[in-house]
């Protein structure tokens, strides 16, 4: 029996082992699992060839849907609307060089792809907070501070400078390590991905698509959670208000700039964590008219920063940390969306991003633009969960005719 080899001269079984490997890990480990797994001899320029080429092909589909769905034309996935949903929009960071066909490494620089996390939740309503109180780990003094470093080490926040570096708070400060159920936990059904190398306009128009597809747009409850990156909001305004998604501030981005105030603002090691612990309740307790005003006061004692001041400055910390909370107080109304069963931290898109950091992102891994587009959309198929790498697959490929050596051109 002859055997159907696709373009790549490779049965279309193997061809979606090869890509999937590759969408997963580096194309170096790839080629030798693939040896290992199912005896494929494989170099590493034929899977990344092979994934690219593939991952391509995805992105043209998608953008095709993009399009269909613009022109009112795409179709729902599913006719019956979710009750609750969320998008959680969020950037991460890689390196590209120049796409030239010299050796080496050529004009490289950081770019920011755009993740977004898409969602249906199994949560309820309720006429009373679900969870008044904040919870232990955001009242341990030992987590916050690690969990402070974390968001800070991602970049956007500034981290106040101490005179005697890290303080412990005294006992009577601190909380039990004993960790209690939280009520009104958000409970995570089904989960896509959406990524792009694009603008932050054209990842509006992925989102939407996305939440179209999926018929989040209909859910009866539907959240929008992000970080104070101004983009996020826009892509809000124009795509999602629309669709009566609430906007929602995450709560560990205003933790992280509150505990940064509190250190900023001064005093012994107690005293900037009581301060801390009576800002942050008042945050958790929607109470942002007292928050504002504590932060105004406090900014209004270090004085106005100077334009060269440092981010670790002080006065700059509080100062920023004013303006955030001015540029977000619509969206820090907490009890009203635990009350809502929404969401109020964009946990699953961080979750979602160290999975696409462990393919794309390192120090020594350069894409080019088109190389890391490609990649992208098969991570993101495989780390969503409604079958999107199956119905991929499912589908016809384009056909390519042979052009020269390990070279491959689309037929029209």
């Not at 010299?102 to 907070?129: A, I, N």
């Not at 500034?158 to 004993?178: F, I, L, N, S, Y």
């Not at 906007?247 to 603002?265: E, G, K, M, N, R």
């Not at 910390?317 to 929404?342: C, E, F, Q, W």
Request: charged fraction near 30%.
């Amino acid at each position: 029996m002859k055997l159907d080899l696709g373009p790549e001269d490779y049965s279309p079984a193997l061809v979606r082992k090869i890509v999937r490997h590759g969408g997963k890990d580096p194309f170096e480990e790839a080629s030798v699992d693939l040896h290992e797994d199912i005896g494929l001899d494989i170099t590493p320029k034929q899977v990344q060839r092979i994934t690219e080429r593939v991952g391509s092909e995805w992105a043209t589909r998608r953008d095709r849907e993009v399009a269909a769905f613009q022109q009112g034309h795409l179709t729902r996935l599913h006719s019956q609307a979710p009750e609750v949903a969320a998008v959680m929009p969020d950037g991460g960071r890689l390196q590209t060089r120049a796409s030239d066909a010299k050796p080496g490494v050529h004009d490289p620089k950081w770019r920011e792809p755009k993740y977004g996390c898409c969602l249906t939740l199994d949560t309820k309503e309720s006429r009373r907070d679900p969870a008044p109180e904040p919870p232990e780990a955001f009242l341990s003094p030992e987590r916050v501070a690690r969990l402070v470093g974390e968001v800070a080490s991602r970049g956007g926040v500034p981290v106040a400078r101490t005179r005697k570096g890290p303080e412990r708070v005294d006992a009577q400060h601190k909380r039990p390590a004993r960790r209690r159920p939280r009520r009104g936990q958000s409970k995570y059904l089904v989960r896509t991905a959406v990524a792009t190398m694009g603008r932050s306009e054209r990842f509006g128009e992925l989102l939407a698509m996305e939440t179209h597809r999926r018929s989040l747009d209909l859910a009866r409850r539907k959240a929008f959670v992000g970080d104070g990156e101004q983009y996020n909001w826009s892509i809000w305004r124009e795509h999602f208000r629309p669709r009566g998604f609430v906007a929602i501030l995450d709560f560990v981005h205003l933790l992280t700039y509150i505990y940064q105030s509190a250190q900023a603002a001064g005093g012994s090691a107690p005293q900037r964590w009581s301060r801390y612990e009576r800002w942050l309740r008042w945050a958790w307790g929607g109470e942002r008219a007292r928050l504002l005003s504590a932060l105004t006061r406090a900014a209004a004692r270090v004085g106005e920063p100077p334009a060269n001041a440092a981010e670790s400055d002080p006065r700059r910390v509080l100062a920023s940390a004013r303006t955030y909370v001015i540029n977000n107080l619509d969206k820090m109304d907490y009890p009203r969306y635990r009350k809502l069963g929404l969401p109020t931290s964009s946990a699953p898109v961080e979750s979602e991003i160290k999975q696409f950091n462990r393919r794309v992102k390192g120090t020594e891994k350069f894409w080019t633009e088109e190389g890391a587009e490609a990649v992208l959309q098969v991570r993101a198929a495989y780390l969503s969960q409604d079958g999107r790498a199956d119905r991929n697959w499912a589908l016809p490929r384009p056909h390519y005719r042979a052009v020269g050596r390990n070279r491959l051109a689309l037929v029209s």
